[in-house]
């Protein structure tokens, strides 16, 4: 007679991890950074100063920018040191974190309706920005990104390997202007694509997949250590995704890390 194993069911601790990909090879430096620290993080962040770094507009789609080389190598390998210190998402098919405002758990798709019911029902506090952050948001600031009185609050943290991706959405409108993106490990390439309107269609909002497009798509690459900025149309009337299964450039021990920071709208802003 056959014998079945059980299968052990999951907590809410099962999605959540602070132990490093298996499949990375990106090392790192055990050392952690903050803005108290003596070495490896620029005090200073104007014009004036050695590889400032300067916003390029996209020659064809309004309001998309970057800022090439916005870190140093080893401001990034600080930064990647320290997110490796933090407790991951696993509900997901990359790994996230998020920092600012609240989140909910992804079922899985085996998930009975009772569990994913229970899942999602739990909404999660997020952790405020770490400090470990702020000289991010500082040179941000400085740049003239975003204003020091309207500093971002929100960031979330996604990893991907090859084949990992994120489908196509635009970030939610109760989210302002601009929405800034920094790369570290590896480069990659985001793709966009024009809508007939503006819509408000997060990722798990059901409504991105049913906004109708034009047919123009815009391809960006995304640069290791740079930064991708976008404001109005950019922001409003293009969905962005990373395409999923993609292998091209994308080796054994690939590992690319993106941190999306938002500022929430708030009574006097403009949206």
């Known amino acids: 007679m056959a014998t079945h194993t059980a299968t052990k069911r999951k907590t809410i601790s099962d999605y959540f991890t602070t132990s490093p990909p298996k499949c990375s090879r990106l ?22 100063s050695p590889g400032f770094s300067r916003e390029i507009a996209h020659p064809t789609l309004p309001g998309l920018s970057t800022l090439p080389s ?12 320290f997110l490796a210190t933090q407790k991951w998402r696993t509900d997901l098919a990359r790994r996230c974190i998020h920092y600012g405002g609240t989140y909910c758990l992804m079922p899985p798709r085996s998930a009975s309706p009772s569990t994913r019911k229970k899942i999602e029902a739990q909404i999660f506090k997020a952790d405020p920005l770490p400090p470990e952050l702020d000289f991010v948001v500082d040179r941000m600031v400085e740049t003239g990104l975003y204003s020091e009185d309207a500093r971002p ?10 084949g990992h991706g994120i489908s196509a959405h635009v970030e939610n409108f109760r989210f302002g202007e601009p929405v800034v993106g920094l790369t570290l490990g590896q480069a990659d390439t985001m793709r966009l694509h024009d809508l007939v309107e503006e819509g408000d269609g997060s990722v798990r909002s059901g409504l991105a997949g049913k906004a109708a497009r034009t047919g123009r798509k815009v391809d960006v690459v995304l ?23 993609r292998m091209k450039g994308r080796g054994e021990g690939w590992r690319r890390v993106s941190l999306t920071f938002r500022v929430e709208i708030k009574k006097g802003m403009e949206r």
């Open 27 to 48: 090392e790192v430096s055990k050392t952690i950074a903050t803005k108290s620290d003596s070495d490896g993080i620029a005090k200073s962040y104007s014009p004036d």
């Open 70 to 81: 916005f870190l140093t190598s080893s401001e990034e390998t600080s930064l990647l040191a």
């Open 153 to 162: 609050e929100f960031c979330i943290v996604n990893e991907y390997s090859p």
């Open 223 to 245: 640069e290791r250590r740079g930064l991708v900025v976008m404001r109005g149309e950019a922001r409003r009337k293009w969905q962005h995704e990373i395409v999923r299964g």
